[in-house]
């Protein structure tokens, strides 16, 4: 089992709704999470990240981790065109923490006007 | 203050070829990543500095080695490329203390 794992994608939602990503892990004693934004062609971006159970709001993104059932989740609130990308979740590993970060294969968003 | 700066952006290699990829960061950050990216596989980790003077296996390392030069520089050489490693090759840095990574550009590399 991979440590931390995406659904590929597309997700494809129309603008102006709300964009669900989702993400899973493998390691119950992981803490913190992080989501990463990449445009094509482009190097991933960090966006968003997550310390403690619960939800956590940045503007129209909101982050939220839940340890019971060990998925971690980012909601984009009024999705635009501009957020079309790939959407990378990470978190640090099993054996090397934030030393060897851990990211998923990426789900890619497309928001069509 | 340009963060990560990776060189080459594009390099083409023939098998057997050898050739290092350049990294700095103007950051200060302690730890220093290489990470592959393939279509489909996410970003694979390679080798990692958690700090200078040391060096670390990642997911990945078979065909590569590091050298932490310095505190800003981390180069990753390829000795015998191999198709194989055609990919997308991302540099990152960290900041003591703090978990998020910060990227480079990039660099492409295809080995024909």
């Known amino acids: 089992q991979k440590e931390v794992e995406q659904n590929s994608g597309p997700l494809s939602v129309p603008e102006g709704a709300i964009a669900s990503l989702n993400c899973t892990y493998s390691d119950r004693g992981s803490q913190s999470f992080f989501w990463y934004r990449q445009y094509s062609g482009k190097s991933p971006e960090l966006i968003m990240f997550i310390y403690s159970n619960g939800d956590k709001e940045d503007g129209r993104f909101t982050a939220q981790l839940n340890k019971a059932s060990q998925y971690v989740s980012l909601l984009i609130r009024d999705s635009q065109p501009s957020d079309s990308a790939t959407y990378l979740c990470?978190?640090?590993?099993?054996?090397?923490?934030?030393?060897?970060?851990?990211f998923g294969a990426g789900t890619r968003l497309a928001v069509h006007p | 203050n340009a963060g990560v700066t990776q060189t080459p952006k594009f390099q083409v290699l023939k098998t057997g070829q050898s050739m290092t990829l350049q990294c700095a960061q103007d950051m200060n950050h302690n730890s220093m990543y290489w990470y592959r990216q393939d279509p489909g596989m996410g970003l694979r980790l390679i080798y990692y500095s958690a700090s200078e003077g040391t060096t670390d296996k990642g997911e990945v390392p078979n065909g590569y080695n590091v050298s932490r030069l310095n505190k800003r520089e981390f180069s990753l050489r390829l000795e015998s490329a191999a198709p194989s490693q055609t990919s997308v090759y991302f540099c990152?840095?960290?900041?003591?203390?703090?978990?998020?990574?910060?990227f480079g550009s990039g660099t492409r590399l295809t080995v024909v």
């Open positions: 990152a840095s960290r900041e003591a203390g703090r978990e998020g990574y910060t």
């Open positions: 990470a978190g640090p590993s099993i054996s090397g923490g934030y030393n060897k970060l851990i």
